[in-house]
């Protein structure tokens, strides 16, 4: 059974299309996490939900909207987008928020965009 | 703000000798954790070891083991025995119940070599 799942795990689209990634977990947590890992690797948050609530959001521009239908769900749409956008995202969670446990990864999305 | 470093781009080891990858940290925080993830060629995020920095005693998980140096914010990773299989991006990040966020450094990538 897969904890953190995503789709599409690969996505290859044209300037200024739109498109959303969806993410499902089901390991009963409160708290869901996008990431970005660009074409260097490095990996940086872009949102993190708990329990439907939007708590980190941090200075993704605003083409980028994260939706929790319920907590186990996070997706991310991106509107217009962009030839910068091309990367990795990674769906996480973890069991609550505020506390330290270990995020859980999905399996990536690599977006693509010619 | 937190941030985490790896001065090792690349490393490459010998099947069976051991290697250590290096990781430093900065955060204000007391309560804090420290993790390893592995990022194999297949890009799922694989948490390797994880350490909570009230404990003095390094953590350990059959051949991975982390020398964790408190004052000098040193949080390194040791391999032994190494494996075909451990060939991966290794990822070291710090996780702060404050910033409720995971910090990643850049990550090095490893090459275990026959």
């Known amino acids: 059974d897969t904890a953190v799942s995503q789709t599409p795990k690969y996505l290859v689209t044209q300037m200024g299309n739109d498109k959303s990634i969806k993410c499902e977990q089901n390991?009963?947590?409160?708290?869901m996490y996008w990431y970005k890992q660009d074409s260097k690797k490095f990996l940086k948050i872009m949102f993190s939900?708990?329990?439907?609530?939007?708590?980190i959001n941090e200075t993704v521009p605003n083409r980028f909207s994260p939706k929790s239908p319920d907590k186990a769900h996070l997706n991310l749409h991106i509107n217009s987008l962009e030839l910068g956008d091309s990367a990795v995202y990674f769906c996480?969670?973890?069991?609550?928020?505020?506390?330290?446990?270990?995020?859980?990864f999905g399996p990536g999305t690599r977006l693509t965009v010619t | 703000a937190q941030t985490v470093t790896q001065s090792q781009p690349e490393m490459s080891v010998q099947e069976a000798e051991t290697v250590t990858l290096s990781c430093t940290y900065d955060t204000s925080e007391n309560n804090y954790y420290l993790f390893w993830y592995k990022q194999p060629p297949s890009r799922q995020m694989i948490l390797v070891i994880r350490q909570e920095a009230y404990k003095q005693q390094n953590a350990t998980e059959n051949r991975f083991s982390v020398n964790f140096q408190k004052a000098a914010k040193s949080f390194s990773l040791k391999i032994s025995d190494s494996q075909l299989g451990d060939t991966a991006m290794y990822f070291c990040?710090?996780?702060?119940?404050?910033?409720?966020?995971?910090?990643f450094g850049t990550g090095t990538r490893l090459q275990v070599t026959l």
């Open positions: 996480a969670s973890s069991p609550q928020i505020g506390l330290i446990y270990e995020q859980y």
């Open positions: 390991l009963g947590h409160d708290t």
């Open positions: 939900y708990n329990n439907k609530e939007l708590i």
């Open positions: 990040a710090c996780y702060t119940g404050t910033a409720s966020k995971l910090t």
